[in-house]
């Protein structure tokens, strides 16, 4: 089967361990062009030691590039306030966007969740690194219960927090959120993301708490043992750290979310673990391989079916 060539915008972690994926794992995609800002970046080194093509000018350059007319598939592992100008020229070029900023642009893709529900737009969003976390966890709870209310904390190592996400965390907050109802069902989100600054670093760990009705505990732990299990599928660091937690609120004790109102039914908490597959990092960044194997998987399911006419399953 003939590839269709990626280029990847950002030579950062994300971009960097992206390109790696790519190259090692997938039989849909290759590498065509790395663009950055910066000739002296590590990623930008590597691709040219590795034979990819290269440019420091950004998009722009990449435009100029031989290979610009064969890429089928375009990565943007900025930042969400350039994305926007990004897509534009991508997609005004007939090329697929694959958002790994929290710009949102595009609908919101959760692999597990709605991976083929948007296989034919132009751009598509993969949430934060949270998001992909936590949020098919929401989903599996809202499977067999109503979630009145979601809440997640993802704790990532500070060392594997790049520039992008530092610039990135009112957007990564807001996304998620946002994700965590619109993808998620949940018809309440909030996010809450930690920079974790202790040594040695730690993996990332990911707190998801529901508040639901309609499905007793057995019901919500086995929706959520499932999605663990095809989750893990395309991120084998992924994992459930224990049992899932429940405690009942009924009328004579019911709880108060602000923003919410009272609440009565089961409150489930569910403690998350991703080791990450040190392609370029180390496997303490859980965040950044589960957002580019989550990239990954969904450009490869939107390839198939735009570029190659394949019938996607």
């Known amino acids: 089967m003939s590839k269709i ?3 990847i915008i950002g030579s950062g972690n994300i971009g960097t361990d992206l390109m790696i994926k790519i190259m090692r794992n997938s039989d849909v995609l290759e ?3 790395m663009v950055g800002i910066d000739p002296e970046s590590d990623g930008l080194k590597r691709a040219s030691r590795l034979g990819v093509a290269t440019t420091h000018e950004g998009i722009d350059g990449l435009a100029r590039l031989d290979v610009w007319p064969e890429i089928g598939v375009v990565f943007d592992a900025t930042s969400a306030s350039v994305h926007q100008r990004h897509s534009s020229v991508v997609t005004g070029a007939g090329k697929v966007m694959i958002d790994l ?3 949102a642009i595009g609908p919101y893709v959760i692999p597990v969740v709605n991976g083929d529900a948007h296989l034919d737009s132009s751009n598509v ?3 934060t690194c949270g998001g992909q976390a936590t949020i098919p966890i929401v989903a599996a709870v809202s499977s067999v219960a109503r979630v009145h209310y979601a809440e997640i904390v993802a704790s990532i190592s500070s060392r594997s927090a790049g520039p992008g996400t530092r610039a990135n965390i009112d957007e990564f907050t807001e996304t998620t959120s946002k994700g965590i109802e619109q993808v998620g069902g949940a018809d309440k989100g909030k996010a809450i993301i930690i920079l974790n600054p202790a040594e040695p670093p730690m993996l990332m760990r990911d707190t998801v708490f529901t508040l639901s009705s309609g499905a007793d505990e057995a019901e919500i732990e086995a929706a959520v043992k499932a999605m663990v299990e095809r989750v893990a599928a395309y ?3 992924y994992r459930m750290k224990q ?3 429940f405690e009942r609120f009924g009328s004579n004790n ?3 979310i602000t923003g919410v109102g009272e609440f009565e039914g089961i409150k489930s908490t569910v403690f998350l673990e991703v080791e990450g597959a040190a392609h370029y990092l180390p496997a303490y960044a859980g965040n950044l391989d589960i957002m580019t194997s989550a ?3 969904t450009a490869e399911k939107i390839a198939r079916r735009k570029f190659l006419q394949e019938t996607v399953r």
């Open 235 to 237: 991120v084998p660091g």
């Open 101 to 103: 900023t929290p710009a």
């Open 254 to 256: 019911p709880v108060r």
């Open 243 to 245: 049992d899932v937690q």
């Open 5 to 7: 060539k990626a280029a």
């Open 295 to 297: 990239g990954l998987a």
């Open 31 to 33: 590498m065509g062009a």
């Open 125 to 127: 969003n993969m949430v």
